[in-house]
DNA sequence: ATGCCAAGTGCCACTGAGTGCCAGTTTGGT
DNA sequence: ACCAAACTGGCACTCAGTGGCACTTGGCAT
């Protein structure tokens, strides 16, 4: 997680901040030396780290590649039942929690969520990764809105395919995000939410298009 | 790829039998004794292939427990050029073309396809590598489709949106397709084909759903 | 038929991710 | 100060996947 540290017990801030030193160090040695050129060993040996602790912070070098992303859906699927209690277009809600939880993620964020979207774009195995992540939100989605709207018949697959959309709308969104240049060094949050939005505006316009 | 022996040079079908080896014994290992509990090499040892040459029939282990998936995505990937010659609504023609790849699969096909529904449900590696393969049939989707429509501003993250929208309609009808009691020996195409069409007509209307 | 060549193959050693185990060290509560 | 539980490090291990290289073999021109 990025969290800043000061928050909660001795341990967990500890824990906290080698998590922080591994993410910090690992996401600019994957984007100049390479994803599999970097090693977890040498993570590691870097962070001061041992290989054991390494993989009870991380679930893979995947989720350590991508914990700047994985974080924003992370917070959203914990303020889900807050969220899912809005009324209106499930579409719009989601798009709306998931500006808000941008907005509300650490100083310094972008920094590292920028060199995190580059790699998933590069790296096979860290977009895969990702993928599964969204699908774990997805299926939090689901579950809730079956649960909130039972009876009504084809509400689980209306949820899959909004999440879908949104996941989609999100992916257009970092994707445009992280290649607008120089952006490893001005790219602001800002930008990412009017991204966002806009994205999740057009989306429900985007099933009608048409082959001539 | 599940390719009825006959067609092409010895050698072609050679190497199609060896592949076809390996997926059927790899598919019930994997759902008998645990994905993970199967090993490469055991699989080899089975079908007398080396691992090396196993390495270079697939892209993994995961892409083997996906194939006669993936066969399916990658038909249509390559049939993307007529497909796209049709006019009308992008998700409609998706869908039928879809409908139409499954139809043309070789018999005996869904014997295995359950398995490998199955699988992607259970095994997080292997999901994660399904949606690579579904992510990699959008980005050639969007390529056409740029390409086909130029300067329509939106298209491409119209075409993003449809393909999203088509892959989790294919996820949910062969999520419920697979596990249909009883599905591994009377699971049919014809059933799993009304599927895919249900999914794609109650897509549009997914969008609208709205919480109370 | 023959013989050449590139594509394909088997084998072996190697790397690097990820896990099981277990004995030691914090740390929070009492 | 003491204890149980949570956390840690180190080590050996498994297994997926790759590089390298000598060897076979199918396809083809002659």
């Known amino acids: 997680m990025t969290t800043q540290p000061g928050s909660g017990t001795l341990r967990s801030r500890r824990i906290a901040r080698s ?7 690992a996401l600019p ?3 100049e030396r390479g994803y599999e050129a970097v090693t977890v060993d040498w993570l590691c040996d870097q962070a001061e780290v041992s290989k054991r602790s390494f993989f009870r912070y991380f679930d893979g070098k995947e989720d350590l590649a991508l914990t700047p992303l994985n974080d924003v859906w992370r917070l959203l699927i914990a303020d889900l039942d807050t969220v899912l209690d809005r009324s209106g277009p499930l579409l719009e809600v989601l798009g709306e929690a998931l500006v808000a939880v941008v907005e509300q993620m650490p100083p310094g964020w972008e920094r590292l969520a920028v060199l995190s979207a580059r790699l998933s774009g590069t790296t096979p195995a860290v977009d895969a990764a990702g993928l599964l992540v969204c699908e774990g939100f997805t299926d939090q989605v689901v579950g809730a809105i079956t649960q909130r709207l039972p009876g009504s018949s084809g509400a689980e697959l209306s949820a899959r395919v909004v999440c879908a959309v949104a996941v989609a709308g999100h992916r257009a969104a970092v994707d ?6 120089g952006a490893e060094t001005t790219a602001t949050r800002g930008e990412l939410c009017a991204l966002l939005r806009e994205s999740f505006a057009a989306a429900p316009a985007a099933l009608e298009i048409r082959l001539p």
Not at 19 to 25: A, H, M, N, S, W
Not at 176 to 181: C, R, V
């Open 19 to 25: 998590r922080q030193r591994l993410v910090e160090t």
């Open 176 to 181: 445009a995000w992280q290649s607008e240049p």
């Open 29 to 31: 040695a994957f984007t």
